[in-house]
């Protein structure tokens, strides 16, 4: 339970403000300050995502929070976004960091500012934290980074294992192209609201159009990459990240790049989330204590304890059944001195058997789960016997005398792969069965076959011959029981987070899994006595935004629908961020969002996304009613990714804007 804070040490005040920046734009933001004549440390949230309605809730939790206990919390809409002025673009643009630059150096003059400023965020706020953090400015001492990649191309939403993530990409790109046809509030941005809203959509382009251009890891994301510039990181950082999250490699990445004295790090049970929200799965933690403690030390000098914790914190969460919605998971905390752990020990599993030929069905994946989870009831995967059943599967029972077998980092499977074609993939699930063949769903990961020598190259296979691949699961903290037995699962395809290869063929032929030469390697722990605890989440007073009653016929979050006939699988994802909010400054703001994934099981080239968004945003009191519908489809043919975008906005009745966007875009690497 999360308790709702209403005395803190200092009595508050908030005001809108809008920062200019050198090139004459000017971005808005929303400043909660302490009431005392003391100059207070300055906290920056700095994201494209609207401060003054879509996560207007998630920002009275924290923001009013901070202030009250002696900070100025500020949160700023990025250019060309919200209120704030310019021109919207790619994400985490260099023109981004440099602005975010400006913005901290414009907070450190302000004479209620002591001069010291952190960052925090989550996802796109964490990664900017961390881009701009790695810019040195020199009142910047402090960031928190909640559940945020590190690497653009392998820890983010594009690629994953040098393998398109349809899921991801598509999504993404669908949703940030609805999300920057938003227009201005009338009520922030004043009477040129809609001059501004029309300059914003001339200048919208498809991101995916630029994402499909750079299949590999080129330049285009290296340099946008913190993972390269960590070296120049001199704030103190606190990683946080959730093992539901697809991002939480990097926490393990930043505790051992970064030095002990500046960094920790936290890895909860958590989906896509802020550790104190109360979203599935729990325990949720004392998330805005835990980071005032580190604020304290960093921005005002207090000697508390807070580098005297272990420089990681995990949940290590205990066997148990599968389910697509997890309220609070069993386990425990432990604390590890050093990353890599001295705690662990690679143990290896090698795999027996004759030769297999692994062709997976092209609907191979629709258990996975969502990509980004975020705490819904749909969102974890499911029993895994259906996946297991069209893959290679290779169990290792755990013994009583083995006692359980506990897990902590990234496992790693090396598989002899023999190929008839120059192209293919493959997906590897590491899961838990139970005695009752019920199969949980670990960990996993994924490798185009062209990326197996890096992913900044493509390398076709020579036909027919064999090699051995090596590639790491994702992180993850989990404990094994004795009466189970651990089974990696191999598959050809993973649809519809990995987009099908389709070697010039209306068929995949799959591969050749040669189990003499393939292993799998855990990172089995050595079980500690920990004594790791956290204060219970304490937020304060919500926003009162209220939603109207759902209405019955409400879409499934997760539907899927079998076309026998034809052999067609079809996906429906329908996010539970969608629905009508009332604000309390009148602002009825809807969403409606439905994303939809079709595959033929035996055709890798019928692979088809498509996402329809639609959003009004009404004030019956200006009156104002500005609506957008966008339609996004990403196909393919042997040679080309086929893309299609439409945009149509109106104020009012009247259509002020449509554009149709169609793009051929080869398909070089995937």
């Known amino acids: 339970m999360r308790r709702i804070r209403t005395d803190f040490p200092y009595e508050t005040v908030h005001e809108d403000v809008r920062i200019p920046l050198r090139d004459g734009v000017r971005l808005y933001a929303r400043v909660w300050r302490p009431l005392t004549d003391e100059p207070v440390p300055a906290l920056l949230e700095y994201v494209p995502y609207r401060l003054t309605d879509w996560t207007a809730p998630r920002d009275w939790q924290r923001h009013p929070w901070y202030a009250g206990h002696g900070y100025a919390s500020v949160r700023v809409d990025v250019r060309g976004h919200g209120n704030s002025e310019g021109l919207p673009g790619d994400e985490y643009t260099p023109a981004e960091t440099s602005d975010g630059v400006e913005v901290i150096n414009w907070l450190a003059a302000q004479p209620w500012c002591s001069g010291r400023v952190g960052m925090f965020g989550i996802s796109w706020g964490g990664y900017t934290a961390l881009r701009i953090a790695a810019r040195a400015p020199e009142p910047l001492a402090a960031a928190v980074a909640v559940c945020t ?19 991801g990409m598509h999504a993404r790109s669908a949703a940030m192209l609805a999300l920057a046809a938003r227009p201005p509030d009338p009520v922030y941005a004043g009477k040129g609201w809609r001059e501004l809203w029309l300059k914003r959509l001339d200048a919208l382009e498809p991101l995916i159009h630029t994402w499909l ?17 960590c070296a120049t990181i001199e704030a103190a950082v606190l990683a946080v990240g ?50 005032l403690r580190w604020w304290d030390r960093h921005l005002k000098d207090v000697d508390n304890d807070v580098l005297s914790e272990p420089l990681l914190r995990c949940w290590i969460s205990r ?7 997890c309220p609070e998971l069993s386990g425990r905390w432990v604390g590890e001195p050093a990353w890599p752990s001295p705690h ?7 795999l027996t058997g004759a030769p297999v030929l692994v062709r997976s069905p092209e609907h191979t994946g629709l258990d996975a789960g969502r990509y980004l989870p975020l705490g819904d009831d749909a969102d974890l995967p499911p029993d895994q016997r259906a996946e297991d059943a069209h893959s290679a599967c290779f169990d290792f029972p755990v013994s009583e005398a083995d006692g359980p077998v506990e897990i902590l980092g990234c496992p790693r499977v090396t598989l002899r792969l023999r190929l008839d074609v120059p192209y293919g993939q493959v ?88 189990p003499s030469g393939s292993r799998l390697e855990l990172p089995v722990r050595t079980p500690t006595e920990d004594t790791i605890a956290f204060e219970e989440p304490e937020q304060s007073e919500p926003l009162g935004v209220s939603s109207p009653a759902t209405l019955d016929g409400q879409r499934p979050e997760r539907l899927v629908i079998r076309d026998v006939a034809k052999g067609e699988w079809r996906l429906e994802l329908a ?16 969403e409606d969002v ?54 149509v906005c109106r104020d009012g009745e009247e259509i002020v804007f449509h554009r149709t966007w169609e793009k051929h875009i080869p398909r070089r690497e995937n």
């Open 213 to 229: 251009a750079h299949q590999t890891r080129d330049a285009y994301w290296t340099e946008s990459s913190v993972r390269e510039d």
């Open 344 to 350: 662990l020990a690679p143990v290896t599993y090698g």
């Open 575 to 590: 996010p539970r961020f969608s629905g009508t909010r009332l604000h309390p400054d009148g602002l009825e703001y809807t």
């Open 427 to 514: 997906a590897a699930r590491l899961c838990d069965v139970a005695p009752d063949g019920a199969s949980t769903l670990v960990t996993r990961g994924v490798l185009n076959l062209a990326a197996r020598h890096g992913h900044d190259r493509a390398d076709a296979w020579q036909p027919g011959a064999s090699e051995s691949v090596a590639f790491e699961l994702s992180a993850i903290g989990h404990t094994f029981p004795p009466g189970h037995r651990i089974r990696l699962a191999v598959s050809s395809a993973y649809w519809p987070w990995i987009w099908p290869q389709s070697p010039g063929a209306h068929e995949d032929p799959g591969f050749t899994l040669e």
């Open 242 to 291: 959730g093992w539901h999250d697809p991002y939480r490699d990097a926490v393990l990445r930043l505790v051992e790049l970064l030095p002990p004295d500046r960094v920790r790090g936290i890895i909860g049970p958590w989906s896509h989330q802020y550790p104190d929200r109360g979203r599935p799965p729990g325990p949720s933690i004392g998330f805005l204590q835990e980071t």
């Open 149 to 167: 990649g590190d690497d653009r191309y392998d820890n983010d939403v594009h690629y994953l294992g040098g393998a398109l993530l349809a899921e």
């Open 319 to 325: 066997s148990h059944p599968p389910a697509t919605v």
């Open 594 to 647: 439905l994303d939809t994934y079709t595959v033929q099981e035996d055709d890798p080239l019928s692979a088809h996304a498509r996402s329809d968004w639609t959003i009004r945003l009404h004030r019956p009191d200006l009156p104002w009613d500005a609506r957008l519908e966008s339609r996004s489809e990403l196909g393919c043919d042997e040679t080309d990714f086929l893309v299609s975008n439409e945009l």
